[in-house]
């Protein structure tokens, strides 16, 4: 008699394993904060050097991460090698944090050069942030795609929540340890205290991925491809063949894009139409963040509550995730005239409620519809998604940006400039909405004759 396969195999990865992956995601949010923020206020501030410089950087990184589909391939490739033993996908993560923790190291070096020599610093700056690219997006989409292969379907908006939620954890975690240990500020002291946080993130996540993967199917499953991934060139075709996919990568380029167009904006937002302080408008940000927390929450625990019982749950989540957030930036814009008096924190804590219930959904969405290929495999597909959020949140910084300095100078007013702009990102979440109801509107079965597609709308997500 054989024995019975482990729990893991039956149910899905365990909640301990998703926490697991939590804290690579947290690892990972700990060492991009250090080279998004710190080094970011380092450049500008204590070295003199031009805004564009850490922001053209920052921008290039987000950039580089177009490559995600293919660096999904290949933990594909290497799940599938490893199929049986384990590990494949680990690799592939721990892989990405030691480059993205080289980047950042090269970062650090660019930091305190450059001001001295200036056109070298920014060739080096250039490599360094195009390996803090290449680990972000190599590390993350590899977690990502084994969260979207093991995770049971009613677990997914649950999963997900955990996930991100432990991500901004560890981005606040770290911040706030940095900050306590970096004053009074010099050279070394970075040195020391960036390599206390980079070496504790790798030892993190190395302890997170041990043993992680199982080394037999999981029941929901057990009707997966067995053959090898398909080439690169033909997977990136099949996606783009099959409509439910390419609506679904549209969603999440406009929904990423309205979700980030504020990020650059609203604290000058705060101080030139609301007189706020420095740290008034800090804490308003801080507000919206604890909005988007609580978003995660109510959308993670309800999308699970419900999975079982109502199949379109998530995509209910998503719709009113974005139309809300459509009302909040609405209210955001009428604010922006009215001035003083106007609830701008419970109007800004709406907005991140908003943001978090549709990303929360929107991820559980994702991971249901990860495995849902005829013959791709889920890190290929988590790649092109991630690709198409990494650009969407780059683009939507800048956009945000860009239009409010033309408004401004077009209408010589704060007011109104900032009114285009959150009327004009709030439009675009209404779109969002509509392209999430067309991307889920006929669900997983149909979209081919695959075994993997035939399981039912329960079985296999959360669309009906």
Not at 54 to 78: I, T
Not at 398 to 405: Q, R, Y
Request: charge should be neutral; proline fraction near 4%.
């Amino acid at each position: 008699m054989h024995a019975p396969p482990p729990a893991s195999s039956i149910h899905g990865l365990s909640w301990f394993a998703i926490i697991r992956i939590g804290l690579v995601q947290a690892a990972i949010g700990g060492m991009v904060m250090l080279t998004t923020t710190v080094l970011n206020r380092l450049m500008v501030v204590e070295y003199a050097l031009a805004a564009a410089i850490p922001a053209g950087l920052v921008g290039w990184h987000y950039a580089v991460q177009l490559c995600r589909p293919l660096w999904g391939h290949g933990s594909d490739n290497a799940a599938h090698e490893g199929a049986g033993k384990g590990g494949g996908r680990a690799k592939w993560i721990m892989g990405g944090l030691i480059v993205l923790a080289l980047g950042a190291l090269l970062a650090i070096h660019v930091t305190l050069t450059t001001a001295d020599s200036f056109w070298t610093g920014l060739a080096l700056g250039i490599l360094a942030y195009t390996l803090i690219g290449i680990g972000v997006g190599a590390g993350g989409t590899s977690a990502l795609a084994l969260l979207a292969s093991g995770v049971a379907p009613q677990r997914r908006a649950a999963a997900a929540a955990v996930t991100w939620i432990m991500m901004i954890a560890g981005i606040v975690a770290s911040a706030i340890t940095v900050s306590a240990l970096i004053d009074p500020f010099s050279p070394e002291r970075l040195w020391w205290v960036s390599l206390g946080l980079l070496g504790t993130c790798l030892t993190v996540a190395a302890l997170a991925t041990f043993r992680l993967e199982p080394r037999v199917p999981f029941a929901f499953e057990e009707t997966a491809k067995t053959d090898a991934p398909p080439s690169f060139r033909n997977a990136i075709a099949e996606i783009m063949a099959e409509k439910a996919a390419r609506r679904f990568t549209i969603f999440i380029f406009a929904s990423m894009m309205a979700f980030n167009m504020q990020d650059l904006i609203l604290e000058p937002f705060a101080g030139l139409v609301f007189g706020m302080t420095p740290g008034e408008s800090t804490g308003l940000g801080g507000m919206q963040s604890g909005g988007v927390l609580a978003g995660m929450i109510v959308s993670g625990i309800g999308g699970s509550a419900f999975a079982g019982r109502m199949p379109v749950e998530l995509r209910h989540w998503i719709v009113f995730g974005c139309l809300g957030s459509a009302l909040a930036l609405a209210g955001l814009a009428v604010g922006a005239t009215f001035g003083a008096g106007w609830p701008i924190h419970a109007n800004v804590f709406a907005l991140g409620f908003c943001n978090g219930l549709f990303a929360v959904a929107a991820i559980g969405a994702m991971m249901g519809l990860a495995g849902s290929g005829e013959n791709t495999r889920e890190g290929v597909r988590m790649g092109v998604w991630g690709a198409a959020q990494a650009v969407a949140f780059g683009l939507g910084g800048l956009v945000g940006a860009l239009g409010v300095d033309f408004a401004r100078t077009a209408f010589g007013a704060d007011g109104p400039a900032f009114q285009l702009v959150f009327a004009a990102e709030g439009a675009l979440f209404v779109v969002a909405a509509w392209l999430a109801i067309r991307a889920t509107a006929k669900g997983l079965s149909g979209q081919s004759t695959s075994p993997r597609q035939n399981m039912t709308e329960k079985e296999a997500g959360i669309f009906a």
